[in-house]
């Protein structure tokens, strides 16, 4: 019976006597020598003992390391030069939550065929809150359209609820004689700062590099941007160096190493979780050292709630004042299109710890929402600098606010 299911009370049933073999040998038996003195024959061929040099038993190899500036700290200071690769590297598997939109490798976003023009980008924006919004303008009674429609389209195409509210107002003052859809349209290019279409980062200190320290949150398209840009200014005979400076997130310098073979632009990094200041140091001292043109630097990926993050990106800019006093380095905000005006929270706050120069719209082609635009310019002031609208290398293109609202309204 079971124990679990034997009463409390009745007694254990003693376990069976373990049966004795007669012919087994005794405890005291001991071996007898003269019982071994023949080997046991056998066909295999006796086993040689291994040695190092038989192929698959040798010891592993110790794997070859890079050298250690100080190896009390672990700062591993790499300087990668173009084309140093003779094969490209596998594409970097990284965590869905921090990944950039596209493929890892460049040559195949280069190969996705996208047409890298704005009208083509925008297709989706024109076909939903545009769309919409141009029919009730034009389709409206003899009185004019429905401007509280007009204000809650404008707010659904992330334009924001008290710009929204703002722009309807201006809007029903106006006497356009292309009627309401004109009025709407001239108030949405008032928003639009303005810029000279020329603008290309140029150093601001004699003999020194310009610098552009790229900002912005892991997921956005950051590293790739950097990518980008450095191809659209080797492309155009600058010379460009990459600081490696988002030590923190994983597998980001083997990202960015992609991109400046791709490029073949020389890349400064560190080891993983070095500190970001002294790469940014050390990519300026080389871009003096050779008389390069140019230095991007990739920064952490932070959310701009972490206090102490942000307070990291201010001592990086610190850094750079430090190390090339005068420089006056461009700082551009990565920011993904369809994250709408939760983007623009973001853009507020690393405004308000860094001082933004300029914006990088990426993922423009993957929202129907092309509103937000309107929205980041009004509220920083700042322009933007380009716009993605594929993933492509030639799909990061220069935004032209006139053919943004053409292209709208087309």
Same mark, same amino acid.
């Given at each position: 019976?079971?124990?679990?299911?034997?009463?409390?009370?009745?007694?254990?049933?003693?376990?069976? %006597?373990? #049966?004795?073999? $007669? *012919?087994?040998?005794?405890? /005291?038996?001991?071996?007898? @020598?003269?019982?071994?003195? !023949? +080997?046991?024959?056998?066909?295999?061929?006796?086993?040689?003992?291994?040695?190092?040099?038989?192929?698959?038993?040798?010891?592993?190899?110790?794997?070859?390391?890079?050298?250690?500036?100080?190896?009390?700290?672990?700062?591993?200071?790499?300087?990668?030069?173009?084309? %140093?690769? #003779?094969?490209? $590297? *596998?594409?970097?598997?990284? /965590?869905?939550?921090?990944? @950039?939109?596209?493929?890892? !490798? +460049?040559?195949?976003?280069?190969?996705?065929?996208?047409?890298?023009?704005?009208?083509?980008?925008?297709?989706?924006?024109?076909?939903?809150?545009?769309?919409?919004?141009?029919?009730?303008?034009?389709?409206?009674?003899?009185?004019?359209?429905?401007?509280?429609?007009?204000?809650?389209?404008?707010?659904?195409?992330?334009?924001?609820?008290?710009?929204?509210?703002?722009?309807?107002?201006?809007?029903?003052?106006?006497?356009?004689?292309?009627?309401?859809?004109?009025?709407?349209?001239?108030?949405?290019?008032?928003?639009?700062?303005?810029?000279?279409?020329?603008?290309?980062?140029?150093?601001?200190?004699?003999?020194?590099?310009?610098?552009?320290?790229?900002?912005?949150?892991?997921?956005?398209?950051?590293?790739?941007?950097?990518?980008?840009?450095?191809?659209?200014?080797?492309?155009?005979?600058?010379?460009?160096?990459?600081?490696?400076?988002?030590?923190?997130?994983?597998?980001?310098?083997?990202?960015?190493?992609?991109?400046?073979?791709?490029?073949?632009?020389?890349?400064?990094?560190?080891?993983?979780?070095?500190?970001?200041?002294?790469?940014?140091?050390?990519?300026?001292?080389?871009?003096?050292?050779?008389?390069?043109?140019?230095?991007?630097?990739?920064?952490?990926?932070?959310?701009?709630?972490?206090?102490?993050?942000?307070?990291?990106?201010?001592?990086?800019?610190?850094?750079?004042?430090?190390?090339?006093?005068?420089?006056?380095?461009?700082?551009?905000?990565?920011?993904?299109?369809?994250?709408?005006?939760?983007?623009?929270?973001?853009?507020?706050?690393?405004?308000?710890?860094?001082?933004?120069?300029?914006?990088?719209?990426?993922?423009?082609?993957?929202?129907?929402?092309?509103?937000?635009?309107?929205?980041?310019?009004?509220?920083?002031?700042?322009?933007?600098?380009?716009?993605?609208?594929?993933?492509?290398?030639?799909?990061?293109?220069?935004?032209?606010?006139?053919?943004?609202?053409?292209?709208?309204?087309?």
């Amino acid at each position: 019976m079971p124990f679990w299911r034997r009463p409390r009370d009745q007694p254990t049933e003693p376990e069976p %006597a373990e #049966a004795v073999d $007669p *012919e087994a040998a005794p405890d /005291d038996w001991e071996p007898d @020598p003269s019982d071994f003195d !023949d +080997p046991v024959e056998t066909d295999a061929p006796p086993t040689p003992a291994p040695t190092d040099d038989e192929p698959g038993l040798a010891p592993e190899p110790e794997p070859e390391r890079e050298p250690v500036a100080d190896p009390a700290a672990g700062v591993l200071h790499i300087v990668i030069p173009p084309a %140093a690769h #003779a094969a490209q $590297p *596998e594409p970097i598997q990284v /965590d869905p939550g921090s990944a @950039p939109a596209g493929p890892a !490798d +460049p040559a195949a976003a280069e190969a996705s065929g996208t047409s890298g023009s704005l009208d083509a980008g925008l297709q989706r924006t024109r076909g939903g809150f545009m769309s919409r919004l141009r029919g009730i303008l034009v389709g409206g009674a003899e009185g004019g359209p429905s401007w509280d429609d007009v204000e809650e389209t404008l707010i659904a195409g992330d334009v924001g609820a008290a710009l929204a509210i703002d722009l309807v107002e201006r809007a029903r003052r106006r006497r356009e004689p292309g009627g309401p859809e004109a009025a709407i349209r001239a108030e949405l290019a008032a928003l639009l700062v303005p810029r000279d279409l020329d603008w290309s980062p140029r150093s601001a200190v004699a003999g020194g590099p310009a610098v552009v320290l790229v900002v912005g949150v892991n997921g956005t398209g950051k590293t790739t941007t950097i990518g980008k840009l450095a191809s659209r200014y080797a492309a155009e005979g600058r010379s460009v160096i990459l600081a490696a400076a988002d030590t923190f997130r994983a597998a980001a310098i083997d990202q960015l190493r992609i991109w400046a073979d791709r490029a073949k632009v020389p890349m400064i990094a560190h080891a993983p979780g070095a500190d970001p200041g002294a790469v940014v140091y050390d990519a300026i001292d080389a871009a003096v050292a050779r008389g390069a043109d140019l230095v991007i630097a990739d920064t952490a990926g932070r959310l701009h709630t972490r206090t102490n993050l942000m307070d990291e990106l201010s001592k990086v800019r610190r850094i750079i004042d430090k190390r090339l006093p005068g420089a006056e380095p461009e700082t551009i905000f990565v920011l993904d299109a369809t994250t709408g005006q939760n983007g623009l929270a973001q853009a507020k706050a690393f405004h308000e710890a860094v001082g933004l120069t300029g914006i990088v719209l990426t993922k423009l082609d993957s929202t129907a929402k092309g509103g937000i635009v309107f929205a980041i310019e009004d509220a920083l002031k700042v322009p933007v600098r380009f716009v993605g609208v594929g993933e492509a290398v030639g799909d990061l293109i220069p935004f032209d606010p006139d053919a943004f609202v053409a292209a709208l309204f087309a």
